[in-house]
């Protein structure tokens, strides 16, 4: 999610779920994560990213698939973002 303040300048942030919401000319968002740019670790993001990636291969039988999926989503849009700029 990309916003520009008052002053123009953009400020980049990393999402995860949720809604956005337009009325009014006001908008709102609910999200279930959301990161600004410059607090994201891009190490922590590629172990995670990779971590997830060997736990779905392995098809263990006591990994929860969903959790592990939304993890490598989170940390592809990360490194999406820190990437992209």
């Not at 891009?42 to 172990?47: G, M, Q």
């Amino acid at each position: 999610m990309k916003l520009v303040n008052e002053r123009g300048e953009e400020i980049s942030f990393s999402t995860s779920g949720g809604i956005l919401e337009v009325k009014s000319n006001i908008i709102s968002v609910l999200a279930d994560t959301i990161e600004n740019k410059e607090e994201i670790d891009a190490d922590r993001a590629r172990k995670s990213l990779e971590r997830n990636e060997k736990r779905l291969a392995e098809h263990e039988e006591t990994l929860d698939r969903v959790r592990a999926d939304l993890s490598i989503m989170r940390a592809k849009n990360r490194l999406r973002l820190i990437s992209n700029e």
